[in-house]
Every structure is written in C-alpha cells, then in structure tokens.
C-alpha cells in the first residue's frame, strides 16, 4: 500500500533562514508521482510541483527547490532564504499508476511559521 | 480562467440530517475527486469520478456518496451526519484521470455537525 511520511509536524524559522521539509515515501509501484502542495490558512491546496518516478532531477524554481531520491525514497523540499508569506502547512503526495486511479496519498503535513 | 469552486463555503448541521456539498472543476477539467480534512486523519481521499463514473472510493461508510453531471459539475452527499463527519472537504478536478495530471483545489466546504 502506499504512503507518506512527513515526520517534521511543525517548524518555526526565522525569516530569511533557509528550510528543508521532509518527505518519505512507499510505493510498490515503479511509476508513480510525486507532488507538494501547500495550504495557507485560506485552506486551498495550492500545487507547487509535481515529480514522476523516471525523472531524478533536482528542480529549482525561485526560491523553491527540491530533491527526488529514490534510493531513499525520498521528495524533500527546500525554501531558501524564507518569508513570512511562505508560513502554511505543506503536504507532500503520492499518486500510483498501478492503482487504476489518479488518488492522491498526502502525508499530514508540515505546518511552517516563518517569523519576522 | 475560473478556478474550482464549491458550494456552500461554509455549513453549520445537527446529527441526523443530510447534506449536499457541490463542486465545479476547471472549465475542460473532466475529472473530479473528494478529499476529508480533519486535525486528526489528514487530508483521506473520498471519491474520484470521470465522465459520470465513479472510478475509485476510499474507505468510508456507505452514507456518503457522489455524482458527477455530464458537464463534469459533482456533488457530494453525506446522510444521518455524526459529529465526526465535521471536516474540510475539498474538492480537486483534473483534466484527465492519468496519475501525471495534477489535481486543483477549490477552497473547500468546512462543515460542521453539531
């Protein structure tokens, strides 16, 4: 069965401090994907990324970045130099081809305060 | 172009009653999937639907059921509510039901059982 694991509940940086949110995952799968979403207190998930299992490259967009292992099962994400505007709960999610549906699996999330 | 939007934002219930929860995906977006936020579950997967079919359920109780229109519009419905049917439920569409396709969030239905 799948899963995701966000073992970080909560996290407080200072802004302008750089942050690493963690993701582990379990799949039997060999295609499967990957994404990050992040919740502001408005509650809408909003999509930051997504990863399919074929494609390791590490991808930066601004100050956003992540590293896909799969050697260690692992979607981790970093916020470079944080804001206060970056301060929500961001999930990490697994979709499996196999699975006949599009479902997604979120870990339970990440809750990040960035303090002025 | 208009994001997904759900109806009501907000509603307040007893036990014991019923409730409809509509959403409306992406203009073009065929796929519509359910998704139950609590404090203490997380973010679990409800339904998924494609083209008027449910393609996929999660693992809850028969009281709670969808459809979904031939202009891919879905409602939601959730009878003889028990207080912890109190939950965000959200709403994500997608263009096509291929696990690549990212799915997009309307801003929810917060409902709560009293």
Known sequence: ?116 | KAGVTQTPRYLIKTRGQQVTLSCSPISGHRSVSWYQQTPGQGLQFLFEYFSETQRNKGNFPGRFSGRQFSNSRSEMNVSTLELGDSALYLCASSLTVAGYNEQFFGPGTRLTVL
């Open chain 1, 1 to 116: 069965a799948q899963k995701v694991t966000q073992a970080q509940t909560e996290i407080s940086v200072v802004e302008k401090e750089d942050v690493t949110l963690d993701c582990v995952y379990e799949t039997r799968d060999t295609t499967y994907y990957l994404f990050w979403y992040k919740q502001p207190p408005s509650g809408e998930l909003v999509f930051l990324i997504r990863r399919n299992s074929f494609d390791e490259q590490n991808e930066i967009s601004g100050r956003y970045s992540w590293n896909f292992q799969k050697s260690t099962s692992s979607f981790n994400f970093t916020i470079t130099a944080s804001q206060v505007v970056d301060s929500a709960v961001y999930f990490c999610a697994l979709s499996e081809e196999g699975a006949g549906s599009y479902q997604l699996t979120f870990g339970k999330g990440t809750k990040l305060s960035v303090i002025p």
